[in-house]
């Protein structure tokens, strides 16, 4: 038994099968991933995988149980090589941080340079997706932390923390009819059209049900993944914008306008998620505690150890 053939077990699960993913993934060859999953089937005695001739098609019985054996294998293998280089270089490594555009803009810059004033020899990688992507990445181990507003809390495999709220604003250009209302309605939105973030991203899901719930359909024209598109698409006068608050107070295009939309839009909670299990480097610790100040070191071990979200 070797890691290689745990880790061909485990991405044949992830990568649905495909062996040809699996072997991109692991840098080998397809008949290389076969040979390491057969053999560890044939060394342990039990069929792993369902197949359908030479092609994988599932899980067998006994397999669902050795693949939850497999990832915890796996994850104690990272905890160890993190756990020497904790010792052996402290305050040296990568810590890398996957977010939304909107996080990595407007709610990181402050503690990224906090932090690396405190930890100058770590170097922070940021990767900007959506937050399905953010959440496989930290399961996965690609990232050490995910940062995003939705989904992070539905995944078993993750420990995720509320770290603050916020709300959403209405953007339009200064001679736009809305401008001239201080207090702005669903109806009022519904009757102009719209442009705001791509399904999933941050807090739309809110956007959405707050339509759905007063029996309106409102008329999305275009959406995007960053709030600074969404303003500059504005201003060419295409639509009114529902952006993050954070956005318009740290960066307003020229020429618009911002109003108050706490009264239509349930408030969003930024949430930070790491992977279940982890063994977290000092800096680590460090980084999540200068963006969610409300949390200490004893309630994230203990949400890690099992006793949290």
């Not at 307003?252 to 063994?279: C, E, I, K, Q, S």
Request: net charge negative; charged share 25%.
């Amino acid at each position: 038994m070797n890691f290689q053939q745990l880790r061909s077990i485990r991405e044949a699960a992830r990568r649905n099968y495909n062996l040809t993913e699996v072997a991109n993934v692991l840098f080998t060859s397809q008949p290389g991933v076969s040979r390491q999953i057969r053999e560890l089937e044939d060394e342990l005695g039990v069929e792993i995988f369902e197949r359908n001739g030479k092609r994988l098609t599932g899980l067998t019985e006994p397999g669902k149980g050795i693949l939850q054996i497999v990832e915890r294998l796996l994850l104690e293998a990272e905890n160890l090589r993190q756990a020497s280089q904790e010792y052996s270089a402290e305050k040296r490594g990568t810590l890398t941080v996957a977010t939304t555009h909107t996080q990595a803009r407007y709610a990181l810059p402050q503690v990224v340079q906090s932090f690396r004033q405190t930890f100058p020899e770590v170097r922070i990688a940021l990767q900007q997706s959506s937050p399905e992507h953010i959440a496989e990445w930290v399961m996965s181990g690609k990232a050490d932390i995910g940062i995003a507003t939705e989904g992070l809390s539905q995944f078993d495999e993750l420990v995720s923390f509320p770290c603050y709220s916020w709300q959403h604003v209405i953007v339009m250009p200064e001679t736009h009819p809305l401008a001239a209302l201080e207090r702005i309605s669903l109806h009022d939105l519904a009757q102009h059209p719209l442009i705001t973030y791509d399904v999933g991203f941050t807090g739309r899901g809110h956007i959405d049900d707050a339509f759905r719930e007063a029996g309106m359909e409102p008329d999305i024209v275009l959406t995007a993944m960053d709030s600074d598109v969404i303003q500059q698409y504005v201003s060419l006068g295409l639509g009114v914008g529902l952006v993050a608050a954070m956005a318009v107070e740290r960066h307003r295009t020229p020429g618009l306008v911002a109003r108050d939309a706490r009264h239509l839009f349930a408030p969003n909670v930024t949430r930070l998620a790491v992977r279940r299990g982890a063994y977290l480097r000092s800096y680590t610790y460090e980084f999540i505690l200068q963006f969610a100040p409300g949390l200490t070191r004893k309630d994230i071990e203990t949400a890690l150890d099992g006793g949290g979200e």
